[in-house]
């Protein structure tokens, strides 16, 4: 959108009364709009011309509202000129600017889509406001010398590392760099986000670019970045579980669909006593490592809490006990935890005095204490026993105060911390594993983590019985099944390994399904030669995996017997031969599916690990066609008995 078609808009105010934004000042009128003269006109009656001012002056403003986001008009027009109430008011009576105010002063926010009626006014409130008032204050401390400067430091490091390539340096090693500079870089990625004042990401549908513009180019966002199979080392799939839902509000959500939600006004006193006495879940699994703040940052967000400044809105999830999950606020939370329990100084603190910096929380005064005492947060407590269709997770993907949303492992791991997750990590991290993938799959956005409960699903549910909503119902319910067994685990006392085990304390279950698991696992590796789970022998150890073919390998293979497992390695030849002629063809000779869309389409096997990988009849026909390959090939008719029982509760 240009200036120009700004004008368009303003010209249909003609004739309209604009209520002022300020409220000691009465409405005003624009009489008339002369193009010729760069001028219109503006009159507190409608029957009057009144005084001329300059299109200069409303494309000042605009400059400033695509160029921040947000705009405080005696700033923009840099304190020129007379009544800069009369441009600020008639801008605000476009239907896609709203206004708010920021320390008092009155301030204007751009949209990307009509937020109200031309001619009327919005004012910015709640958890927008919320959010807005915070990037702000992140626009306002971002240093572009210290982003030149963190910026020149992962240049330098991508040098090196194309230089140590050239030399034909280790490939490990490098990796490990490449990972830690990727992060730093996501770090900055945030930062820089966090510090564009906008909601929904609305403003870069003025700055340029715009997201269809963005599409064609193939520009990626972030989270299409750090979500590139290259990246995550396991290709990406279409699994084609459920269709997106629009959804306008989560009271909407609440009200439509059973889910609970109680909105509160805690005090932070409140909070610090049900962590105190665990009444709130903590774990590393709800947070990934890229968002652990900083001091500085931390320091910060006291700071904003002695100035009385608002914060984001909380997201908790009740359990049935009445602990809270956090959905959304761990930072902040653990963060004022810790200062109030004297873990860290205040440090670089710039909207309060000096004084502060260096202090502990009980060095502080008996008012500063109270102030983040009784300071009141706003929260919204959604009973988890009342969702039925995952709205939770639903909500996990529209908090994206951070810039950057959660994946679905960690949404998982949030949602169902206990045993499960705990034995994800142990599994994720075996030599088993690492060597089977070849190192290859990143454990950030706990994508390895995510690639074993894949298979674990299947071992410990089975595959015949599978009649879930979505894919990603299954593994969630896997999950709940593993926490309701005990599992402790140890750390080995050995130097040279420094592998954890499963204590003997621990359900039995685990063991069976470890053991499983990693005959699987191991098996698939000697018989593929180091090359598992890829769709082409020729693609190299450095493909990305599929995991479709993870999940069926590992699966078949973990329930062989000691007999069967030495048959399929002196037929590995045999194996490798019909499995991925069964890929480059399409093969249909190995199964039948059950849907007759399918069957009719002569779908085969490539596609089964390729398209729709998530429905039932693609998981039916993927197993069964394997098994039958398995049959062909060295003669085993491998049977999958699932630990817990092959049922859909």
């Given at each position: 959108m240009h200036f120009k078609d700004v004008l368009s808009d303003i010209e249909q105010l003609v004739g309209k009364q604009l209520q002022s934004l300020n409220s000691k000042t009465g409405p005003i009128y624009i009489t008339k709009i002369v193009h010729e003269e760069k001028k219109y006109f503006v009159s507190s009656n409608p029957s009057e011309e009144g005084n001329a001012r300059f299109f200069w002056e409303l494309e000042a403003i605009w400059s400033d509202l695509v160029y921040k986001g947000f705009s405080n008009v005696d700033q923009a027009l840099y304190g020129s000129g007379s009544s800069r109430n009369q441009p600020e008011t008639v801008l605000s009576h476009l239907p896609y600017i709203q206004h708010f105010r920021y320390k008092g002063k009155k301030h204007i926010l751009l949209r990307s889509k009509s937020t109200h009626t031309l001619g009327t006014l919005s004012e910015v409130t709640g958890d927008d406001l919320s959010l807005v008032l915070s990037k702000i204050d992140n626009y306002f401390s971002l240093s572009n010398q210290k982003i030149s400067e963190r910026q020149s430091k992962i240049l330098g490091k991508l040098e090196s590392i194309q230089n140590r390539i050239e030399n034909e340096s280790s490939y490990v090693s490098i990796g490990k760099e490449i990972e830690l500079i990727t992060k730093s870089l996501m770090n900055l990625q945030d930062e820089v986000n966090n510090s564009i004042v906008t909601l929904k990401n609305e403003l870069q549908v003025f700055s340029g670019v715009s997201v269809e513009v963005a599409k064609r180019l193939n520009v990626k966002s972030v989270e299409?970045?750090?979500?590139?199979?290259?990246?995550?080392?396991?290709?990406?799939?279409?699994?084609?579980?459920?269709?997106?839902?629009?959804?306008s509000s989560i009271s909407e959500e609440s009200s439509n669909n059973g889910l609970r939600i109680r909105h509160i006004t805690p005090v932070l006193t409140l909070i610090y006593e049900r962590l105190s006495f665990d009444e709130i879940e903590l774990q590393p699994?709800?947070?990934r490592q890229d968002r652990i703040w900083s001091m500085e940052k931390r320091s910060k967000l006291i700071e904003s809490i002695l100035m009385g400044l608002p914060l984001p809105a909380f997201y908790f999830a009740e359990k049935k006990g009445g602990d809270w999950i956090v959905?959304?606020?761990?930072?902040?939370?653990?963060?004022?935890?810790?200062?109030?329990?004297?873990?860290?100084?205040?440090?670089?603190?710039?909207?309060?005095?000096?004084?502060?910096?260096g202090k502990l929380f009980s060095e502080l005064s008996r008012l500063d204490k109270r102030k983040i005492r009784e300071y009141q947060i706003t929260a919204h407590v959604i009973d988890a026993e009342s969702d039925k269709d995952n709205l939770i997770?639903?909500?996990?993907?529209?908090?994206?105060?951070?810039?950057?949303?959660?994946?679905e492992q960690e949404i998982r791991s949030a949602m169902y911390q206990g045993s499960s997750v705990t034995f994800l990590r142990h599994l994720s991290s075996s030599n088993e594993f690492i060597e089977s993938t070849n190192g290859k799959v990143s454990p950030q956005r706990q994508k390895d983590m995510e690639l074993c409960l894949s298979a674990l699903s299947y071992?410990?549910?089975?595959?015949?019985?599978?009649?879930?909503?979505?894919?990603?119902d299954f593994l969630s319910s896997a999950m709940k099944k593993l926490n309701h067994s005990k599992l402790e685990i140890g750390n080995s006392e050995s130097i040279d390994d420094g592998l954890s085990y499963i204590s003997e304390s621990s359900d039995p279950l685990f063991f069976t399904l470890e053991e499983?698991?990693?005959?699987?696992?191991?098996?698939?590796?000697?018989?593929?030669?180091?090359?598992?789970?890829?769709?082409?022998?020729?693609?190299?150890?450095s493909a990305p995996i599929s995991k479709p073919l993870f999940e069926v390998v590992v699966t078949i293979f973990s329930c062989l017997s000691n007999e069967q497992r030495e048959q399929v390695k002196s037929h590995s030849d045999e194996i490798i031969n019909l499995l991925y002629d069964a890929i480059e063809t399409d093969s249909i000779e190995y199964a039948s599916w059950e849907s007759e869309k399918y069957q009719s389409a002569n779908r085969g096997f490539m596609y089964s690990i390729s398209s729709s990988t998530g429905k039932r009849p693609t998981i039916l026909y993927r197993f069964e066609a394997f098994k039958n390959i398995l049959k062909e090939s060295t003669?085993?008719?491998?049977?999958?008995?699932?630990?817990l029982g092959d049922k859909n509760d």
């Open positions: 299409d970045l750090i979500e590139d199979e290259t990246f995550t080392g396991v290709e990406n799939e279409n699994t084609s579980d459920d269709e997106p839902r629009e959804i699994d709800f947070q959905v959304d606020g761990l930072q902040r939370i653990t963060t004022v935890f810790d200062f109030m329990k004297d873990h860290f100084k205040l440090d670089k603190l710039e909207g309060l005095d000096n004084s502060y910096n997770v639903e909500l996990f993907h529209r908090i994206n105060t951070y810039g950057v949303k959660l994946s071992i410990t549910l089975g595959y015949q019985g599978f009649s879930y909503k979505t894919y990603s499983k698991f990693k005959k699987g696992l191991s098996l698939a590796h000697e018989v593929f030669d180091g090359l598992a789970f890829k769709k082409s022998m020729e693609a190299g150890k003669g085993i008719e491998a049977s999958v008995i699932p630990v």
